[in-house]
């Protein structure tokens, strides 16, 4: 079954750092998504990305963060100047686009911990 | 002013005691309500969609019900497999955004 991936399962960074999370959405999926949760708090939408562009954002998605699709396959968010509290497990997500209420498929995230 | 309120935050069952989780939500232009399950250090495993008042899903154990204000998850005999947090989210009119509540953390003792 096909699933989302992403790597690393855990970055340790210093607080300035920038970082780059990488996703490998669904093969056929037109939509992508990054999500985060803060241990022990909600899952936060950050934005969405269709056609090569960004088609929502978040207040928290700020001009620290940008996203980028580098080839066919790849869905990257990259952190410019890491902050404390951007410490959070990061998801990347995609859906097929059909329209109307999409489903969403989560990948299994990664850990950022910011020193 | 939260737009997803799951009750109840944390349930204890013992294997084979039916219960439901309740997820209450005040957005308007519903497009979609999504149970999501979670273990810990995952990520969010897609159970159901419901599109409308009235739909019902099922899998296994579990079954969702969506009302114009509310959905439950039904866990019909429970197993200690079952454990997890589960997490509702809604899609609402002119968004991409799924919006969470908090979760259920579900615990059934063998």
């Known amino acids: 079954e096909p699933e989302v991936t992403q790597t690393p399962s855990h970055q340790v960074t210093q607080m300035g750092q920038e970082v780059i999370l990488r996703c490998v959405p669904i093969s056929n999926h037109l939509y992508f998504y990054w999500y985060r949760q803060i241990l022990g708090q909600k899952v936060e939408f950050l934005v969405s990305?269709?056609?090569?562009?960004?088609?929502?954002k978040s207040e928290i998605f700020d001009d620290q963060f940008s996203v980028e699709r580098p080839d066919g396959s790849n869905f990257t968010l990259k952190i410019r100047s890491t902050k404390l509290e951007d410490s959070a497990m990061y998801f990347c997500?995609?859906?097929?686009?059909?329209?109307?209420?999409?489903?969403?498929?989560f990948g299994p995230g990664t850990r950022l911990t910011v020193l | 002013e939260d737009q997803v309120t799951q009750s109840p935050e944390a349930l204890r069952l013992q294997e084979g005691e039916s219960s439901s989780l309740n997820c209450s939500y005040t957005v308007s232009g519903l497009r979609g309500l999504f149970w999501y399950r979670q273990d810990p250090g995952k990520g969010p495993e897609f159970l159901f969609t419901?599109?409308?008042a009235g739909e019902e899903k099922e899998k296994e154990r579990l079954k969702a019900t969506l009302t114009k204000k509310e959905s439950f998850l039904h866990i019909t005999a429970p197993k200690p497999e079952d454990s997890a947090t589960y997490l509702c989210?809604?899609?609402?009119?002119?968004?991409?955004?799924?919006?969470f509540g908090k979760g259920t953390k579900l615990t059934v003792n063998p």
């Open positions: 989210a809604v899609l609402q009119d002119g968004s991409e955004k799924l919006v």
């Open positions: 997500a995609s859906g097929l686009g059909e329209g109307g209420a999409d489903t969403q498929y």
């Open positions: 990305f269709y056609n090569n562009e960004i088609s929502e």
């Open positions: 419901l599109y409308s």
